[in-house]
C-alpha cells in the first residue's frame, strides 16, 4: 500500500473569537468532506478498529483533539484549538502542531478582542492563515469592514479571494476572483450541491475591480506574478494560485473568503483554499530539536526515511483507553513498535495506531511523517513529551512543568469513591501535566494543584460529570515561596554519638538572591578540591537543595536564591549522610535567617474585555483586589484592560466581573511570577515562622 504523498496532508485548525462560528464551520467542514469514501487513509487489509460500544457511546469523537477529513484527495487533520485562554501551554502547544489555521470571523463584528490574542500566537508560532468572513448573513455584515480590521488591528496583508453578492437578507452568493465565476449553494441540498456560474452581468464591474486590486496586490508580493502583470501578459487562475500559495505559505499575506456558515453557503471554496493555499508538512520543513544527551541543537526532515520523532501534543483520558495524539515529524513507526521517551528514559510501545474520524476511530498500520495519529498502550508518557528513534534522541519541546501556583482540598462524598479518585489523578496528569496532586502535610488532606482558579474548577467539574465522582472541596490557595534580598552566610555542626560511634559534619555556605525570585534555588560550591572526598558532594549538594524545597523559615520553598557551600568536613564513620544532611539542611536556614527571609506571593497576567461601560467599575474593582493596569485600549464597543495581578486577589473575581457587566465581561489570568507580599499581608504570616 502506498502512502498519501505528503504534499496531501493539511494539518489545520479552526480558530476564532468565541461566538465567530468555529463550531458550526467545524460541523460543517465533517458534513461536506462526509466519509463514505475512502481513499488513502485505510491500509489495505486492516479491519475496521473494534471500539467498545461504551467507547462509540461516549463519543470520543465529540471531543477528539484531531479529526481527519478528506477532500478532493486531500487528508485534513483537523487539529482542535481550545478556546480557554487559562491553558495556554495547551493552546500553544495546539498551535504548534498545526501547519496552517483558518480563522473565522463574524461578519458584523469583525476583529474581536480574543481574535487578536489568538492571531498574535500564530504569528510567534509563524503559523499561515486564511481568513473566513463568516455570517455574511447578519444584519449589518460587512466584508470590507472585515476585511480592513484584519489589516488595521491585526497588522496582516489581507487579499479577499472573493467578493459577496450582497450582504444580510440580500446575500446570495460568492464570486470567486481567482477562477471568475459566481458561485451558489443549493439550499434544497442543505448547500451538498455547489453551482459554479459565469459572473451575472449585474456583478461584472464590481469583481472586475476587486480582482484588479487582487492582483496588484499579490504582485507587489510575488515576483513571477510581478513580472506577467507588468509584461501585460494574460493571467490565469493557475497562475494567480501559486502566486497565493506562495505568499500565504511565507506568512506574507492572508487570503480572505467569505460565506454564512449555518447558511450552507461558501464552505466547499473554503475546503478548496485549506488545499490551495495551506501548507503541507514538506512546505513546513525540518523539525528542530535539542540532543538531550548534550543540548545541542538537531533538526529532522519531515520524510520517512529519518530517524523517528513525534510530539505527544493532547492525552485524552477516556472510559476505555487513554489517546495520546502524535504529531510525527520524521521517520515512520508501526503500530506494535516501540519509541523512546528522553524525559523518561523509557521505551514505550505504541499498542494501537488509530485515525479518528467524525464518527469513529479506524486502526492503522503505520506513522508517517507529516501526519497525525491517535496511539493507546503508552504508560509513562504526558503531554508535551517527545517520542523519538532510540538511538537518535531529540527532544522537540523543552521540559518545563511550571510550578502550580492554587491548590485546592477534595475529597469524594462517598468514600467508595476514594480508590477511584486515586486512580483517576494520575489519568488526569498525563493529559495535562500542569495538573499535581498532593498531601497537605498539616491536615492530610489530599490537594489538588494547578495553574490557576479556572483551570481547578474546570478540572473538578469534569472530574464530577465525567467520571462521575462527586466530590467535595475547599477554597482555593495559593502557593507562597520565600527568598532573600541579602547575602549571608551560615554555619552548622552535628555532632553525635549514635551506636557508639560518632557521628560528625560541619557545613557553612552562602546565601545570595538571584534576580528571579520565583525561580529554581541553585546549588554551587566553592570549596578547594579535596576538601571532602567527591563521593560525598552530590549528597551534600542534594541536602542543601532539600532544604531549599522543604521550606524555608515560614514553610515554603525557598526559591529565587544560589548557595554556595563554602566550606564542610565530617568523619566517615557510621552513617555521614545522616550527619551531612542534618547539618546542610540547619546551615541553610541559619543563612536564611542571617539574610531575613521575605514572602512571595504568585502573580499571573491578566487580560479583561468589558464593554466601555463598565471600565470604571471594573478598574474599582481591580484597585482593591492589589491588580496592577498596565494598559487600556478600546476595540468597538469593547474595553481591553491588561496588566499584572496576585493570583490569590483574584479568586471569585470572574464571578464578580460577570455580576458588574451583566454577563458581558471575560477575562484570563495567566500565572507570570512571584513578587514579595506586601508588609501588612506578611505579617499574617508570621505565626508560621519557624524559630
Ligand atoms: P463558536 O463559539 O465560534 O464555536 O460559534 P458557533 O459555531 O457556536 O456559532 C455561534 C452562534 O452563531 C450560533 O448561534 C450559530 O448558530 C451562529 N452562527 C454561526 N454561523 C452563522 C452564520 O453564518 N450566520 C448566522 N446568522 N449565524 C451563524
Redesign the pocket.
Given at each position: 500500500m502506498t502512502s498519501l504523498p505528503k504534499d496531501r496532508i493539511r494539518n489545520i485548525g479552526i480558530v476564532?473569537?468565541?461566538?465567530?462560528?468555529?463550531?458550526?464551520?467545524?460541523?460543517r467542514f465533517l458534513y461536506y468532506t462526509g466519509r463514505s469514501h475512502k481513499m488513502g487513509e485505510v491500509h489495505d487489509g486492516l479491519a475496521v478498529m473494534d471500539f467498545r460500544e461504551d467507547e462509540r457511546d461516549r463519543g470520543i469523537t465529540i471531543s477528539a483533539a484531531a479529526t481527519t477529513l478528506t477532500w478532493r484527495d486531500h487528508r485534513f487533520n483537523l487539529i482542535d484549538t481550545p478556546?480557554h485562554v487559562d491553558f495556554t501551554a495547551e493552546v500553544e502547544r495546539a498551535l504548534r502542531v498545526l501547519d496552517g489555521a483558518v480563522v473565522?470571523f463574524?461578519?458584523v463584528e469583525g476583529v474581536e478582542p480574543q481574535s487578536e490574542t489568538v492571531w498574535h500566537q500564530a504569528d510567534r508560532y509563524g503559523v499561515p492563515r486564511i481568513a473566513f468572513i463568516?455570517?455574511?448573513?447578519?444584519i449589518g455584515a460587512d466584508f470590507e469592514a472585515a476585511v480592513s480590521g484584519i489589516e488595521k488591528r491585526l497588522g496582516a496583508t489581507a487579499i479577499p479571494i472573493q467578493m459577496p453578492d450582497g450582504s444580510a437578507e440580500t446575500f446570495a452568493g460568492i464570486v470567486d476572483l481567482v477562477e471568475s465565476t459566481y458561485v451558489t449553494f443549493d439550499e434544497g441540498t442543505l448547500g451538498r450541491d455547489v453551482a459554479y456560474a459565469p459572473i451575472p452581468a449585474r456583478l461584472a464591474a464590481l469583481s472586475e475591480a476587486w480582482r484588479s486590486r487582487l492582483i496588484e496586490r499579490l504582485a507587489e508580493l510575488h515576483e513571477p506574478l510581478a513580472d506577467l502583470f507588468l509584461a501585460e501578459k494574460p493571467i490565469t487562475a493557475s497562475d494567480l494560485r501559486a502566486a497565493l500559495r506562495a505568499v500565504t505559505v511565507a506568512g506574507k499575506a492572508v487570503p480572505i473568503l467569505c460565506?454564512?456558515?449555518?447558511?450552507n453557503?461558501g464552505i466547499q471554496p473554503l475546503l478548496d483554499a485549506v488545499c490551495w493555499y495551506l501548507p503541507s508538512p514538506t512546505d513546513v520543513g525540518d523539525a528542530t530539536g535539542t540532543d538531550p544527551r548534550d543540548g545541542k541543537t538537531v533538526v529532522r526532515a519531515p520524510v520517512d526515511t529519518a530517524p523517528f520523532s513525534a510530539l505527544i501534543f493532547k492525552v485524552q483520558a477516556n472510559a476505555a483507553a487513554d489517546l495520546f495524539y502524535l504529531r510525527v515529524y520524521s521517520g515512520r513507526l508501526e503500530a506494535g513498535e516501540r519509541a523512546w521517551n528522553p524525559r523518561t528514559g523509557e521505551r514505550e510501545r505504541l499498542r494501537r495506531m488509530l485515525r479518528v474520524f467524525a464518527d469513529r476511530g479506524e486502526a492503522v498500520a503505520v506513522a508517517e511523517a507529516g501526519d497525525i495519529v491517535a496511539v493507546t498502550g503508552l504508560h509513562r508518557s504526558v503531554s508535551g513529551d517527545t517520542l523519538c528513534a532510540e538511538g537518535q534522541p531529540i527532544l522537540l519541546e523543552p521540559i518545563r512543568f511550571p510550578s502550580t501556583v492554587v491548590s485546592i482540598a477534595i475529597e469524594p462524598k462517598t468514600s467508595g469513591d476514594r480508590d477511584r479518585l486515586a486512580e483517576l489523578i494520575p489519568r488526569l496528569q498525563r493529559e495535562d501535566p500542569t495538573l499535581r496532586a498532593s498531601v497537605d502535610p498539616e491536615t492530610g488532606q489530599s490537594l489538588l494543584s494547578g495553574m490557576g482558579e479556572l483551570h481547578l474548577d474546570v478540572t473538578l467539574k469534569r472530574i464530577e460529570r465525567e467520571f462521575g465522582i462527586r466530590l467535595g472541596f475547599g477554597k482555593p490557595r495559593v502557593s507562597y515561596r520565600e527568598t532573600i534580598r541579602a547575602s549571608a552566610e551560615g554555619s552548622a555542626t552535628y555532632q553525635r554519638q549514635v551506636g557508639g560511634e560518632p557521628l560528625f559534619a560541619r557545613v557553612r555556605l552562602r546565601l545570595a538572591p538571584l534576580t528571579d525570585q520565583g525561580g529554581r534555588t541553585e546549588v554551587l560550591d566553592a570549596m578547594a578540591q579535596g576538601t571532602i572526598p567527591s563521593a560525598y558532594l552530590p549528597a551534600l549538594r542534594e541536602s542543601v537543595a532539600n532544604a531549599a524545597e522543604g521550606g524555608g523559615l515560614y514553610g515554603y520553598p525557598v526559591t529565587g536564591v544560589s548557595a554556595t557551600i563554602e566550606d564542610a568536613a565530617f568523619s566517615e564513620s557510621g552513617q555521614p549522610e545522616i550527619a551531612i544532611n542534618s547539618a546542610a539542611s540547619h546551615a541553610f536556614r541559619e543563612a536564611l535567617r542571617a539574610a531575613g527571609p521575605i514572602v512571595l506571593e504568585p502573580y499571573g497576567r491578566l487580560e479583561i474585555h468589558v464593554p466601555e461601560d463598565y471600565v470604571g467599575v471594573v478598574m474599582k474593582t481591580l484597585q482593591q483586589r492589589r491588580a496592577i493596569v498596565l494598559d487600556t485600549g478600546f476595540a468597538r464597543e469593547s474595553a481591553v484592560i491588561r496588566g499584572v495581578a496576585p493570583i490569590g486577589e483574584m479568586f471569585g473575581f470572574l464571578t464578580a466581573l460577570r455580576s458588574q457587566t451583566q454577563g458581558r465581561g471575560s477575562y484570563m489570568l495567566e500565572p507570570l511570577d512571584y513578587r514579595p507580599l506586601p508588609d501588612n499581608l506578611t505579617a499574617l504570616h508570621h505565626d508560621k515562622l519557624i524559630g
Open positions: 476564532a473569537h468565541i461566538d465567530a462560528g468555529k463550531t458550526t464551520t467545524s460541523e478556546g473565522v463574524d461578519g463568516n455570517k455574511m448573513d447578519r460565506g454564512a456558515a449555518l447558511r453557503i
